[in-house]
């Protein structure tokens, strides 16, 4: 079975604070997704990462950055958290043309 | 862009009955890959049932099935003999292609009552 792990179930952070979220698949998969989920808003993509080192902008990327040093790690970025950074962030791998992405258990941010 | 609708943010269902979500997209493409994930309550994310557009037969996995009108730009989802663990969020989301991002509807919350 394929596994997507992510690093904290709850977070809670301080405005302006730089938080990190990590995301970690044992499958060797290529795509890798961080999206944030929202009431009313469904699933929106921040971004994503096609290999090591390959990052691109999803639709909403302002405040955010990443990091994919690493095959199966992809890591999210809050460079300066703000509350309107509260959310519930997913992330997600897949193989490259095989479609179906796996998710984590989500990691849910309030940001104080 | 391509956008994916779910018009119902809310649903109802009596345990054993039958329940369809609703979903509909928007492309140019004539190729592409439909899919229904399910999100319960706290936990994890999953894989419901997923359908290419080439395919004129709709998939059918287990009590879920598709109906898949391409023409008309719709992916329903069906859940015969609702269960208590259907309980959840669906979404639908749609993609082109293996390496673009999927773009996923706003969800539907489906409540299966005892």
């Known amino acids: 079975d394929v596994k997507v792990t992510q690093s904290s179930r709850y977070l809670v952070k301080r405005t302006g604070e730089k938080v990190f979220l990590e995301c970690v698949q044992d499958?060797?998969?290529?795509?890798m997704f961080w999206y944030r989920q929202d009431p009313g808003l469904g699933l929106r993509l921040i971004y994503f990462?096609?290999?090591?080192?390959?990052?691109e902008k999803g639709d909403i990327p302002e405040g955010y950055s990443v990091s994919r040093e690493k095959k199966e790690r992809f890591s999210l970025i809050l460079e300066s958290a703000s509350t309107n950074q509260t959310s519930m962030y997913l992330c997600?791998?897949?193989?490259?043309?095989?479609?179906?992405?796996?998710f984590g258990p989500g990691t849910r941010l309030l940001v104080l | 862009a391509q956008t994916v609708t779910q018009s119902q943010p809310e649903m109802s269902v009596q345990e054993a009955e039958t329940v369809t979500l609703s979903c509909t997209y928007d492309?140019?493409?004539?190729?592409?890959?439909l899919f229904w994930y399910k999100q319960p309550p706290s936990r994890q994310m999953i894989l419901v049932i997923r359908q290419e557009a080439y395919k004129q037969q709709n998939a059918t996995e287990n009590r879920f099935s598709v109906n898949f009108q391409k023409a008309a730009k719709s992916f329903s989802l069906k859940i015969s003999d609702s269960q208590l663990g259907d309980t959840a969020m669906y979404f639908c989301?749609?993609?082109?292609?293996?390496?673009?991002?999927?773009?996923f509807g706003k969800g539907t919350r489906l409540s299966v009552i005892a």
């Open positions: 989301a749609f993609t082109d292609s293996g390496n673009t991002p999927l773009v």
């Open positions: 997600a791998s897949s193989l490259p043309g095989i479609e179906t992405q796996y």
């Open positions: 499958m060797d998969h290529e795509n």
């Open positions: 492309t140019s493409e004539s190729n592409y890959y």
């Open positions: 990462s096609y290999d090591v080192k390959m990052k």
